[in-house]
């Protein structure tokens, strides 16, 4: 089973930033977090991922709590091409995947 | 290279038919992984592979599936006596057995999509 919890959906206006949170509680001292992301009918997508600092690339921010039992991925400047579901992973030597959050972005 | 390859990317067969699908990884990576996705639902781990040997199957994975990587490249995953709950979007995805830039690189294809009639 998934070690993460996510909101099954969240809405976002376009152009605003996009907060999507998640709790993995029982995370391990060296396990990392990984995000993706799946828009309709293609393979999930890699974004992001992190160990306990503070992670950016062009694509998101990751901001995962000092405790290390949640974090929040931040897309900066939502598009309509952001409409996806979201997963966060904790990685257990492969991908185990929950049910994601899906965002909408709405114009 | 572009990325992790399917093949087909639509599957349509009658119940009780044997379907094969494959998957060409990113050269370079060592390990392959299939899944299985339902309308809905996150994927499902089945299989994964390092270089040809089969490490792990998770229960899903029941007697009439069969996957294979014979040279340590491609991989099939072939379905006997097809049922309609087989149908589903298979995915595939390769990475590396270590953690570079982006984390150990998984990388998944675009599926194939089945459907049992």
């Known amino acids: 089973d998934a070690k993460t919890t996510q909101p099954p959906s969240m809405d976002c206006a376009e152009g605003r930033a996009a907060n999507l949170p998640c709790n993995h509680s029982t995370i391990s001292g060296n396990e990392y977090v990984y995000w993706y992301r799946q828009i309709h009918s293609q393979g999930p997508q890699y974004i992001i991922h992190?160990?306990?600092n503070n992670e950016t690339n062009e694509m998101a921010s990751l901001i995962i709590t000092e405790d290390r039992k949640s974090s929040t991925l931040i897309l900066p400047h939502a598009t309509l091409r952001d409409t996806a579901v979201y997963y966060c992973?904790?990685?257990?030597?492969?991908?185990?995947f929950g049910q994601g959050t899906e965002l909408s972005v709405k114009p | 290279d572009t990325g992790v390859s399917q093949d087909p990317r639509h599957k349509i067969t009658k119940r009780g038919q044997n379907v094969t699908f494959r998957c060409d990884p990113i050269?370079?990576?060592?390990?392959l992984y299939w899944y299985r996705q339902t309308l809905g639902q996150g994927p499902e781990f089945l299989t994964y592979f390092q270089n040809e040997a089969q490490l792990e199957k998770s229960r899903l994975l029941s007697d009439r599936f069969s996957a294979e990587r014979p040279k340590g490249s491609f991989s099939t995953l072939e379905i006997q006596r097809t049922e309609q709950g087989d149908s589903a979007m298979y995915l595939c995805a390769s990475s590396l057995g270590y953690r570079g830039r982006f984390g150990y690189g998984y990388t998944f294809g675009s599926g194939t999509r089945l459907t049992v009639v």
């Open positions: 050269s370079e990576h060592n390990r």
């Open positions: 992973i904790v990685l257990e030597g492969k991908l185990i």
């Open positions: 992190g160990l306990k």
